[in-house]
């Protein structure tokens, strides 16, 4: 089965971190650009950041520049989003999300609250 499956969302406090990771299976993370894109409570969505299939390049939002980064695993097949200095409007529903040419695919989403 090709999906997609999200993990390690939760509740930190502003100021800290959390690690999103996103499990593929029935394809190759290699084959496509990967990106995680989220949504508030309330809000539309929000492109965060991705990277390219070898990994060589990585497009951050201008709001997560500096803080997030996205890395890939591609002998887990595995996309990760390391999220430092988190802020309360960091708190959203996060998606991974696999994309060639116009074709893409979704996992479910990890939620992330952060709160004090």
């Known amino acids: 089965e090709v999906q997609l499956v999200e993990s390690g969302g939760g509740l930190v406090q502003p100021g800290g971190s959390l690690r999103l990771s996103c499990a593929a299976s029935?394809?190759?993370?290699?084959?496509?650009?990967m990106t995680w894109v989220r949504q508030a409570p309330g809000k539309g969505l929000e492109w965060v950041t991705a990277?390219?299939?070898?990994?060589?390049?990585?497009y951050p939002a201008d709001s997560v520049k500096g803080r997030f980064t996205i890395s890939r695993d591609n002998a887990k097949n595995t996309v990760y989003l390391q999220m430092n200095s988190l802020k309360s409007e960091d708190t959203a529903l996060y998606y991974c999300?696999?994309?060639?040419?116009?074709?893409?695919?979704w996992g479910q989403g990890t939620e992330v609250t952060v709160s004090s």
């Open positions: 990277i390219d299939g070898d990994g060589s390049n990585t």
């Open positions: 999300a696999a994309y060639w040419g116009i074709d893409n695919l």
């Open positions: 029935g394809f190759t993370i290699s084959s496509a650009y």
